[in-house]
């Protein structure tokens, strides 16, 4: 642990608020305020993970060691650590909220690390100025949702925060899992989460809204001298640099966003709070994996009416949410027209990247817009698991054309129709016609395929299991399946069970299928 240098360019180059400590208040000309973890009563280390240790130059003695529990539980701060949770707002379900920020994530401080730096950061170890009503706490089936779902993502090379620790309190947290009036205690937990920077387009917001230009076009300039360097290097002119910028974050978000797509995964809340000006993935809450192929699928009841965070919608709102960090900027630009162009950028060059992903999932060379749309909506009316069905397809030969390969995809198969089944069959015909036809033979398509549709995703019933298991005290399951997750695209033997489809069992059982905020 002593290997751990801490820089703290945030903190040191950006305005404090004046006042410490957690009391609730509104912040002016500040990005954050400084506030110390809460220590907890009994912590334990559920699990760490080796890969985030490495990018901070941590052994596996000293993630093994009561020090890393303690700073990690929140108790105990290393030397050159300066805890701090941010100020930032956001619309929320398309609404602005107003003042928001860390309400349950303190930063504990930015590591210098081998090629760059990477920010610690704590959820769910206590109130910070922007807890508002709430506690400042986590529980352990989201904690351990987000930490799998992390990592996995890691793995999946999907961009995202990192999870570097799981730990449980030892202390008991009230919530109202299903918003129905029925409060429970559960075990507490705190992850800690790594990521460069921890900026969201709300932090942006936020000070446009308060008029605060002088500290926006600051905390812009940091942003991109700090994150963006090759930007800050090409760029001298400050209008031009921030509408480089832009034009940035909005190709990272297409990019992002293709990968959403492309591994079936439903954010669940792109609240402008919770995207990235990074690119990666932020904030795992009521997210979920599709099952059976449906755009318009959505794990979070809480968004259950108007489903405006469905699948099929991630692409259109991450534009809206750009839309909304133009916004944010224009004081910077005074012009609408250059930001109006990033942002129809981001339509062109998501049709063109999300094509080129949709190739490489049917394993083809060329994208073919008709074989591609027929498959979608075959997928949808037969409600096929979508990342068992794109892996047994890879297993489908031009020699010998067997649809009974595709049967385990499905969750109703005695349900399809013949008309149906007809169907898939002339599809498959057309695929392996569209595959010779672009010379592309079963070997380098199987192989393209299983490099693009991973077979081991985090499903929520898997997670479920596990956080069933690990509220007895029983970590094997997680365990196993971290390990699991590190080679999604590898076929691991013995390990079918992290790839099976949802059970009839989970199909309705809350947590296994859909969650709402509570968390
Ligand atoms: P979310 O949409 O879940 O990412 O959170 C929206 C806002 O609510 C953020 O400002 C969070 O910090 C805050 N928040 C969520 N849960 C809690 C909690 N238990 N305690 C304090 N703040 C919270
Ligand atoms: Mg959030």
């Known amino acids: 642990m002593h290997s751990l240098i801490f820089e703290n360019a945030f903190t040191s180059q950006l305005p404090a608020d004046p006042q410490t400590g957690s009391a609730r208040r509104q912040i002016r000309n500040a990005m954050y305020s400084r506030v110390a973890p809460t220590p907890v009563a009994a912590p334990s280390l559920l699990h760490y993970s080796n890969g985030a240790a490495k990018l901070l130059g941590l052994s596996s003695e000293d993630c093994q060691s009561d020090t890393f529990l303690q700073v990690f539980a ?6 050159g650590m300066d805890p701090h949770a941010t100020c930032y707002g956001g619309h929320q379900f398309g609404n602005w909220a107003g003042q928001l920020g860390d309400g349950r994530a303190i930063n504990l401080g930015e590591v210098k690390t081998a090629d760059g730096h990477l920010m610690l950061q704590l959820k769910g170890a206590g109130e ?10 986590a ?3 989201s904690s351990l949702r987000e930490y799998v779902c992390s990592e996995a993502m890691f793995h999946l090379s999907v961009p995202t925060t990192r999870a570097l620790s799981l730990v449980s309190t030892g202390e008991q947290v009230m919530r109202d899992m299903l918003y129905d009036g029925h ?3 559960e075990p507490g937990a705190v992850v ?5 920077c921890f900026v969201r387009f709300g932090h942006l917001q936020m000070l446009t809204a308060r008029q605060e230009t002088d500290l926006l076009a600051n905390f812009v300039d940091f942003i991109i001298e700090r994150e963006f360097p090759a930007i800050a290097q090409s760029y001298s002119d400050p209008r031009e640099r921030y509408l480089a910028w832009f034009d940035e974050v ?12 492309r591994v079936g995964f439903v954010h669940g809340v792109m609240n402008t709070d919770n995207l990235s000006i990074l690119g990666e993935t932020i904030d795992y809450g009521p997210y979920g994996w ?8 959505t794990p979070n009841t809480t968004d259950a009416g108007q489903r405006r965070y469905r699948y099929g919608q991630q692409p259109g709102v991450a534009q809206w949410n750009l839309l909304q960090l133009a916004n944010s900027i224009y004081p910077l630009i005074e012009e609408a027209k250059p930001l109006e162009e990033a942002l129809g950028r981001f339509s062109t060059s998501y049709e063109a990247r999300w094509q080129r992903m949709m190739a490489n999932k049917l394993g083809l060379p060329e994208f073919d817009n008709g074989l591609n749309e027929r498959l979608l909506s075959l997928l949808q009316e037969t409600e096929t698991d979508m990342t068992l069905f794109y892996r047994h397809l890879a297993n489908v030969k031009n020699a010998e054309i067997d649809a009974e390969l595709l049967r385990d995809a499905y969750y109703t198969p005695q349900s399809i129709s013949r008309d149906l089944q007809t169907q898939t069959k002339r599809w498959l015909q057309d695929y392996l016609a569209a595959a010779r036809l672009q010379g592309q033979g079963d070997e380098p398509r199987a192989t393209l395929m299983n490099r693009t549709n991973p077979l081991y995703v985090p499903r929520n019933y898997l997670a479920q299991l596990a956080i069933d298991d690990a509220e007895q005290g029983n970590l094997a399951r997680l365990n196993q399946w971290m390990r699991v997750l590190e080679q999604p695209y590898t076929l691991q033997d013995g390990m079918d069970e992290y790839a099976a489809k949802r059970p009839e069992w989970a199909r309705n059982r809350s947590g296994c299928s859909t969650l709402s905020c509570s968390s």
């Open 74 to 79: 929140g108790n105990h701060q290393l030397e």
């Open 128 to 137: 910070t100025p922007y807890s508002r009503t709430a506690d400042g706490l």
């Open 139 to 141: 529980v352990l089936r």
């Open 183 to 185: 409060p429970a205690l």
């Open 192 to 196: 800690c989460r790594v990521s460069s």
């Open 250 to 261: 909005c190709q990272r978000t297409v990019a992002l966003v293709v990968h959403w797509m």
């Open 290 to 297: 599709l099952e059976g192929f449906d755009p318009d699928w």
